[in-house]
Every structure is written in C-alpha cells, then in structure tokens.
C-alpha cells in the first residue's frame, strides 16, 4: 500500500522569498517520486522527479526536492518565489506494479501556492 | 518531442449524450492512464492500461468504459452523461520498467449541460 499526504493545502509567500511545500509518502517498496505543477485551467506538468539515483533532485523553473527516506518526505522547494511559480502543486508516488500491470500512482490532495507582492 | 496527446480539447454535451475522449501515448509508451478532475478538486483515478490489457481501475462508473487499441491509443467511453460528470479528464502515458516518468496530456475539458 503507498500514501502521499501534502501537510499543506494552501501556501502563501512574498515575492523573493523562499517556498517550501511539504510531502510525505509511504510505500511498502522504495518508491518514484514526483512534483508535478498545475495552472489553472491547464494541464500537469513535470516539475521534477526521484527514482533512486541522488537523493536531492533538481528540478526546471529553480525548484528542487530532497529526498529524506528516514522522514519519508520529498519536499519541494525553491529560493526565490515568483508570480509565475502561483499554482496547485502535486506531490506524486508511483509504487511498484505487479509483473505485468501498470504500475499505481498516488496523488496527493495538492498545495496552492500564492505568490504575493 | 512529442507529448501525449488528447482529443477533443474541448466538448459540450447535453445530459443523457454520449461522449468518447482519445488519448496518444508518447511512442514506445506502453501504459495509459485516464484521471477526471472536477472543478477546484484533485484528480481522480479512473483506469489503467498496460500493453493494451486494463491494469487498474479506480472510482470510474458503470457509465464510462475504456479500452487501449493495438496501436496503443486509449479511447474513454462516456454514456448516459450526468451534469457531475463535468471535468477535466486526463490521459497519462508512461514506460512502465524502470520508474520512468509519467507524462501527462493538456486534458480534454468535458461540460455537461
């Protein structure tokens, strides 16, 4: 069985300042983690991934994500918040299918970022 | 390089109407993944396929079936549509070995009216 619980479901932080966005997961086997941002009224996009290789992960826009497998989280974050990074954000776990079955993906219930002046 | 890609974009339907969305897995992609958003709300598991076999279903309805062709595009079959039934459906592909990344479609907007 795998979870993803985002601590967070709404942000808000000052232009320039630093964002953090909280996600912890459970899996029973070591798990792909993903961030995926969501404008509105568009589709998901990738922000960035883990699949076991270095545990901190960086992503496109300036966000990067740390993978802490003794605290199960993978947060993401980012210096430097701008107007543009304003968004539903969605932490991702892909767990291990069975042979021959797609694998499962969990979302979390997303982070709203707002990005204010 | 290319994306998924999902068809109509955009839809309106009247209650009781039937309505078919297409999705295009990125090539070489062998599962498909279908997920409904409704307004303001999280998106929401529907079905799986991996190499054309259904892998997975979620909260889908008896109303809605689906299926992945031979040359892997995905159709999501919707009937007796109901008002709630008004959301952003998503197509996702991925290459299931490997934990490589799951790509997601633009959506393909249904509203029931």
């Known amino acids: 069985a795998q979870s993803v619980t985002q601590l967070d479901s709404h942000v808000s932080v000052s232009e320039g300042t630093p964002v953090l966005l909280r996600c912890n997961y459970s899996?029973?086997?070591?798990?792909?983690l993903f961030w995926y941002v969501q404008h509105p009224n568009k589709g998901l996009q990738l922000l960035l991934k883990?699949?076991?290789?270095?545990?901190l992960v960086k992503g496109i826009n300036g966000f990067e994500a740390e993978f802490k497998k003794s605290e199960t989280s993978f947060h993401l974050t980012k210096p430097s918040a701008h107007m543009s990074d304003a968004a539903e954000y969605f932490c991702?776990?892909?767990?291990?299918?069975?042979?021959?079955?797609?694998?499962?993906?969990?979302f979390g219930t997303g982070t709203r970022l707002q990005v204010t002046l | 390089a290319a994306g998924v890609i999902q068809s109509p974009r955009h839809l309106i339907k009247e209650k009781r109407e039937t309505a078919t969305l297409k999705c295009y897995p990125i090539?070489?992609?062998?599962?498909v993944y279908w997920y409904q958003q409704g307004p303001g709300q999280d998106p929401q598991f529907l079905i799986s396929f991996y190499e054309k076999m259904q892998s997975d279903k979620g909260s889908i309805p008896d109303r809605f079936s689906a299926q992945q062709f031979s040359d892997y595009h995905s159709e999501l079959n919707m009937s007796s549509l109901e008002l709630g039934d008004s959301a952003l459906y998503f197509c996702?592909?991925?290459?299931?070995?490997?934990?490589?990344?799951?790509?997601f479609g633009e959506g393909s907007w249904l509203t029931v009216v």
């Open positions: 991702v776990v892909r767990g291990r299918g069975n042979t021959g079955t797609a694998s499962k993906l969990t």
């Open positions: 090539p070489r992609h062998d599962t």
């Open positions: 899996s029973s086997y070591s798990p792909s």
């Open positions: 883990y699949t076991s290789a270095a545990t």
């Open positions: 996702a592909s991925s290459l299931e070995s490997g934990g490589n990344t799951i790509y």
